[in-house]
């Protein structure tokens, strides 16, 4: 990509979407823009850095359509440096902190980036991931250690001019931004989005949360969608809070000390922040809403959430391919919609299809479709992987679903993670809502292993913060659900494992059940008997 996107055009137009941003920082320089560990930044102090940056980088030589691999903290210069790299029309990769350095390595081997940046609060990863590759050239984030092959970017941005540059305008169409899918049911794969198409997805954000200024918390990484937001934030002149330590606690401290209007958080940490509560809500005057997602939540945890926080949740879901898809509104979080993800946002088209293409009528379950102005351009470098879900304009997601006669999506699963108990589907989600049903559960997952009489059998496991038997969670799903849903086997863990998007990580769970499999006491069968 980096010697093509070498012959890209100047056309002189800025990309809409770096225009907005800009824009935003440019209306209040005196308003709050960045809070990080007791520093805070003004909006005019972040454009001023982000021109320096620019200058800086265009000076060792980068420029349009060049990749620029970042390894950092949450940090303010983090923030800076993306915005730095997409003015000069730039392609930006975020990599993920807790990876191993094998597999940063191998992502960057993949991408061939002419630059990587890191913090020096990461540089032993830096320097592993080092050891195994050799890109042209290598920044850091402030002073690094002696000796070391890098220079400090923001000694160079020091000493740079505070002129905007001349803008180093690219198509829409150009590379803006790589990100790689979690790979929770298969090789992550690296989706490459556009400047229109990140565009699009602050066009649906505005729609979203209005154009106002807001205070936003980020709690993870810069590398994920709530990451997305801090961008989104500046474009509407608000103020983004970067927070380190994200333990429950801490969370909604920060919360209420900062005035904060809204945050994100996947399924785990919503229940994981109810039970932070201890049945006492929460003294959060400024807090508009939770958005949530990332996962299917289940309708217990969305009720207990409710019941800790008000009417203040929202439900977006969506994927890194194309971003924004369906959301429930706050007022629409009523108890026979709560396992509901909403309608399309405007201009997403949705359709349910069956295995061979067709479109289902409503109230059918099948493959989710969708069309949408802020999909992907394709995956990188691989081709037959892109033609396999791009079809005419349409995204094919891989998310099982079912639309309902006023439009809404009902989410049933992962098409990988549906598992096929003697010839009967059984819906991952289903089992894991059924568990959620026990007052003692906190979390479940379910999953498919292979059984060589039914094909397959499902799996669970589960968090529990009191007493319980696996023969209670068996009993449960029979009676909720029937026999090919009830769970052979259970595991009764104190925590699940997560992947660093805060899915569950069903790869590792299959692992550690394969590993301890046991022949099973009885299996489920069409007349309900156990053997």
């Known amino acids: 990509m980096p010697g093509a996107a070498r012959k890209l055009r100047h056309d002189g137009v800025m990309s809409r979407y770096l225009s907005a941003v800009l824009a935003g920082l440019r209306a209040d320089p005196g308003r709050e823009a960045l809070v990080h560990q ?222 904060i209007s809204y945050f994100l958080c996947y399924p785990n940490l919503l229940a994981e922040l109810v039970a932070e509560c201890g049945g006492r809500p929460p003294r959060l005057p400024s807090l508009r809403q939770i958005e949530y997602g990332s996962a299917p939540a289940s309708a217990h945890t969305v009720r207990d959430a409710l019941g800790a926080f008000g009417p203040r949740l929202l439900h977006v879901y969506g994927q890194r391919e194309c971003g924004f ?39 059918h379950v099948g493959e989710i479709w969708a069309r949408t102005p802020a999909v992907m351009t394709g995956y990188l470098h691989r081709p037959e992987a892109t033609a396999e879900v791009l079809r005419d304009g349409w995204l094919r997601t891989g998310d099982l679903g079912r639309l309902d006669p006023e439009g809404r999506l009902l989410l049933a699963d992962r098409a990988d993670d549906m598992i096929i108990v003697d010839g009967y589907n059984v819906y991952t989600s289903e089992v894991e809502e059924a568990l959620h049903g026990h007052p003692a559960v906190t979390r479940a997952a379910a999953l498919g292993l292979p059984d060589e009489r039914t094909g397959e059998t499902v799996h669970a496991a589960v968090v529990a913060h009191a007493p319980v038997t696996v023969q209670e969670l068996r009993a449960l799903v029979r009676r909720t659900l029937g026999p090919f849903h009830e769970p052979t086997t259970i595991a009764l863990l104190r925590a699940l494992p997560l992947t660093a998007k805060g899915h569950p990580d069903r790869h590792a769970l299959r692992a550690a059940a394969l590993t301890s499999r046991q022949t099973p006491p009885y299996s489920p069968n069409h007349d309900s008997t156990t053997r």
């Open 325 to 363: 898809l369906t959301t429930l509104g706050t007022a629409e979080h009523t108890p026979e919609l709560l396992r509901s993800a909403g309608r399309p946002f405007p201009g997403v088209h949705l359709e349910i299809r069956a295995a061979d293409g067709s479109p289902l009528p409503p109230d």
């Open 38 to 259: 007791g520093r805070r930044l003004r909006h005019g102090e972040v454009l001023d850095a982000v021109l320096r940056t620019a200058h800086a980088l265009g000076a060792l030589g980068l420029g349009p359509g060049d990749t620029v691999a970042c390894l950092t903290v949450s940090s303010p210069e983090a923030v800076v440096t993306r915005l730095a790299v997409h003015l000069l029309g730039g392609c930006y990769l975020q990599l993920q902190p807790p990876l191993a350095p094998a597999l940063h390595a191998t992502v960057l081997r993949a991408v061939a980036p002419r630059a990587l940046i890191y913090s020096p609060d990461l540089q032993t990863p830096a320097l592993a991931t080092l050891a195994l590759i050799d890109p042209p050239l290598v920044l850091s984030l402030g002073p690094a250690r002696p000796g070391l092959p890098t220079r400090d970017l923001l000694a160079l941005a020091a000493t740079a001019p505070t002129a905007a540059p001349a803008p180093a305008a690219v198509p829409e169409h150009a590379p803006a931004q790589i990100m790689y899918t979690s790979g929770t049911t298969g090789t992550p794969k690296a989706a490459v989005h556009s400047y229109a198409t990140i565009a699009e997805w602050l066009r649906m954000e505005r729609w979203l949360h209005g154009p106002e200024p807001r205070r936003f918390l980020l709690h993870g990484s810069l590398e994920s969608v709530a990451g997305e937001n801090v961008f989104w934030t500046l474009a509407a002149g608000g103020t983004a809070v970067l927070l380190d330590d994200a333990t429950p606690g801490r969370i909604l401290e920060t919360a209420a000390q900062e005035e």
